[in-house]
């Protein structure tokens, strides 16, 4: 009964991930169903030749209180998964930080998660029919801090796969965030290419680009999910050290 017990210890914080990426992604849709089913209305915000709104522009009308709330859980919850993950190393029962660089770029991966998540917040507040300059500002707040903080947790798993190049979640779980990220990255640099000069492209990034930020979302449950019946310090970077490779032997088993 105690090793069931422990076993499903991750199951009270793996969940976050999934209420974030859900609650996201529910959101999106609900407001992409909703200006499909009133008729594609062109809202306020929308330039005379847009025809496909921004995300904004709905946000800015009667779905404003959805999204503020959907908004706010989003960002706490991704702040969370990378609290929660840089804990789970910390305490050994991930894959741990074996030097003190990968703990700095971890430590930057929250800051720019801190970062982002207000952003994220804020423009949902402030939104572009009312507050067209703050949200514009607070969307490139946003933008950075996550773009930041993938950067910074990709960096942060490119070298802590160095030292277990052998482990094979660990290096799925890398090669899932360098792709997801590196593709929103480039998605997000035509968004704001387009964004004012060819409108309607633009939207359709940004619809994009929010719907892939679902799936990086996910990595994180991934992530989490593998401390499963793993004990305290089981992981830790001393045990490893004196272990003489043993971590790794059990890995590719």
């Keep these: 009964m105690a090793i ?12 976050i991930p999934i209420v974030g990426a859900f609650i996201w992604f529910s959101t999106l849709w609900a407001m992409l169903i909703t200006w499909l089913a009133t008729g594609r209305p062109h809202y306020v915000s929308m330039t005379s030749n847009q025809h496909i709104p921004l995300i904004s522009d709905i946000a800015a009308d009667i779905l404003k209180p959805l999204f503020i709330t959907s908004c706010s859980i989003t960002a706490v919850t991704f702040i ?25 770029f971890s430590s930057l991966a929250i800051l720019g998660s801190v970062l982002g998540g207000a952003g994220l917040i804020l423009l949902s507040i402030f939104d572009v029919r009312r507050h067209k300059p703050f949200h514009d500002s607070f969307l490139l707040v946003f933008i950075v801090g996550v773009a930041l903080s993938a950067i910074f947790t990709v960096v942060e798993f490119r070298w802590i796969h160095k030292d277990f190049q052998y482990a094979p979640l660990l290096k799925r779980s890398y090669w899932m965030k360098s792709v997801i990220a590196g593709v929103l990255i480039i998605l997000a640099i035509a968004f704001a290419g387009t964004e004012f000069k060819v409108v309607n492209v633009g939207a359709i990034f940004e619809w994009i680009i929010a719907m892939g930020f679902t799936f990086y979302l ?23 050290n004196n272990s003489n490779g043993r971590y790794r032997m059990r890995q590719t088993a």
């Design 80 to 104: 969370l998964d990378l609290v929660f993950e840089r804990y789970l190393r910390h305490s050994g029962r991930l894959v741990p930080d074996m030097r003190t660089r990968e703990r700095v």
């Design 218 to 240: 996910l990595t994180f449950y991934y992530d989490l999910r593998q401390s499963k019946g793993v004990h305290k310090g089981e992981l830790s970077a001393d045990r490893l």
């Design 4 to 15: 069931f017990s422990h076993q499903r210890h991750h199951w009270a914080y793996v969940w």
